[in-house]
């Protein structure tokens, strides 16, 4: 059974930053491709960053340059480190995880959250103007 749970979600100001960390239970995480979405109020579910077992990564375009996705193998877990944060990077960030182990697809297909079969609750991002 694989479990996922978000933390380090909060309140921030505007240009400030924060770390999301994604733990993973039940499974080897750097195994598999593992990726963070997030949905605002009243907006659908988009996706955020991702990263393959191989350790490459994609990012949406607004948050390339400011948002980094990053492993810790050890703690077995994916990290969401985001910085410059903007009013309108404000949602519930969600962790998710492929069901395929060494994902050997191309990059641009981790965007599709039907790539993924595994979610985590969520965690809230608030950042105020």
């Known amino acids: 059974q694989v479990q996922l749970v978000e933390s380090g979600g909060g309140l921030v100001q505007a240009g400030g930053s924060l770390r999301l960390s994604c733990l993973a239970s039940?499974?080897?995480?750097?195994?598999?491709?593992m990726g963070w979405f997030r949905q605002a109020p009243g907006k659908e579910r988009e996706f955020v960053a991702a990263i393959s077992w191989s350790g490459g990564s994609i990012y949406y375009d607004s948050v390339k340059g400011r948002f980094t996705i990053s492993r810790d193998n050890a703690k077995n877990t994916v990290d969401l480190q985001m910085n410059s944060l903007k009013p309108e990077d404000t949602a519930v960030y969600y962790c998710?995880?492929?069901?395929?182990?060494?994902?050997?697809?191309?990059?641009?297909?981790?965007?599709?959250?039907?790539?993924?079969?595994?979610w985590g609750q969520g965690t809230q991002v608030t950042v105020s103007s």
């Open positions: 998710a995880a492929d069901n395929a182990k060494y994902y050997s697809g191309p990059l641009t297909n981790l965007k599709n959250d039907y790539e993924y079969d595994y």
């Open positions: 039940g499974r080897t995480a750097s195994s598999y491709a």
